[in-house]
């Protein structure tokens, strides 16, 4: 008991923030979270410097322009193939510059995406796009209309304490999370 109360105190003089009522408080200033698309801030962070490398596999890299006009034209796909806004999508990829590109599309698109680990055994949907045929010039921003109840993704959790359970994560969720993170 004495080298656990030794351990808190310890904690508290190394801690930044204030501790009241046994709830500890951030010490950093609140952050002003704009109520946006995720569309919204991708274009407006790609667009910033958009010569500068983006992202890098083994079998392609884009700058930050290269993925935004990816992303679009995925978009674009997807629309013509019948993907609404609002509509469930299942991403079932290995990581990749692509699947980022695609996932990435489909939200463009006005879709909600449902990642799912590729190490699930069922059989999964493949769509191949035929990008000289889609132009990103055809693209059309998907207005979202309440970002901060727009689902932008469905993602499971690992299921530790039992079956895995979907959290909805909505476009505001994922903005606030940049906007933390900067």
Do not use: W
């Not at 962070?45 to 322009?65: C, F, H, V, W």
């Not at 510059?97 to 909600?112: K, L």
């Not at 079956?163 to 900067?182: A, D, M, Q, W």
Request: glycine share 6%; hydrophobic share 40%; aromatic share 8%.
């Amino acid at each position: 008991m004495i080298v656990l109360q030794r351990t808190c105190a310890d904690l508290n003089r190394k801690m930044k923030g204030r501790i009241e009522d046994r709830v500890v408080y951030s010490p950093y200033p609140d952050i002003e979270i704009p109520v946006c698309s995720f569309y919204t801030l991708a274009k407006e962070q790609l667009m910033k410097n958009p010569d500068k490398l983006a992202l890098i596999d083994e079998a392609l890299s884009l700058t930050r322009g290269q993925l935004l006009v990816r992303c679009q034209r995925y978009a674009v796909g997807f629309r013509r193939h019948g993907v609404n806004p609002g509509d469930l999508i299942c991403v079932h990829l290995e990581n990749s510059v692509e699947s980022i590109a695609a996932m990435y599309g489909c939200v463009f698109a006005g879709a909600t995406i449902v990642l799912l680990k590729t190490s699930l055994t069922e059989p999964g949907f493949v769509s191949v796009t035929d990008f000289a045929t889609l132009d990103e010039q055809d693209f059309q921003e998907c207005p979202v209309v309440d970002p901060k109840s727009t689902v932008l993704a469905v993602c499971y959790t690992s299921g530790s304490a039992g079956l895995p359970k979907g959290v909805e994560i909505s476009h505001y969720n994922y903005v606030g999370c940049f906007y933390t993170c900067r």
